[in-house]
């Protein structure tokens, strides 16, 4: 879902009938596009991503269509999403990380932040840190 915004340059551009979530994972349905634009830009609010479960997406129209037409191409995962009853749930579409510093000494870059529970700072550091290897790996990649 995330790939495509991102692909369609709608990561930062609520869709009418999107689901707004707040830190609290409260959410709003976006039947305004001028009033979501304006919670987003404070960054007390984001566009949500759907967890597919067995039950109905709960966005609607253009934002419904869009996430159905995604979901509608992973068949056997949604077969087995809903043959174990998993339920749908919604999550932020982006993350900000919060106290975020740097420091580098010489070949050494120090990195701090702080992020919300159940996300993962190897997620965040995949997004700051260019590769440069030409698909060599390197062995200490993971410390």
């Known amino acids: 879902m995330l ?12 869709i009418l009938g999107d689901l707004l979530i707040d ?12 009033a979501a634009q304006e919670k987003l830009t404070k960054r007390h609010w984001q566009i949500s991503g ?5 039950n ?3 966005t609607q129209g253009e934002a ?5 037409d995604i979901v509608d191409t992973e068949p056997h995962l949604l077969a087995v999403i809903r043959s ?5 749930e919604r999550r932020p ?3 900000y990380p919060q106290d975020m510093q740097w420091q580098r000494d010489g070949n050494t870059l120090e990195v701090e932040f702080a992020l919300p529970a159940g996300c993962f700072a190897t997620a965040v550091m ?11 790996a390197d062995a200490h990649i993971d410390q």
Not at 7 to 14: A, D, G, I, S, V
Not at 64 to 68: L, N, P
Request: aromatic share 2%.
């Open 23 to 34: 830190d609290q994972e409260n959410t709003k349905l976006v039947d305004d596009i001028a």
């Open 56 to 58: 109905a997406l709960p």
């Open 84 to 88: 174990n009853r998993m339920r749908h």
């Open 93 to 95: 579409l982006l993350l």
């Open 50 to 54: 759907p967890m597919t479960g067995d």
């Open 64 to 68: 419904q269509q869009f996430e159905q």
């Open 3 to 14: 790939s495509a915004r991102i692909e369609k340059q709608l990561c930062h551009t609520p």
């Open 126 to 136: 995949r997004e700051v840190i260019e590769d440069l290897s030409d698909g060599d």
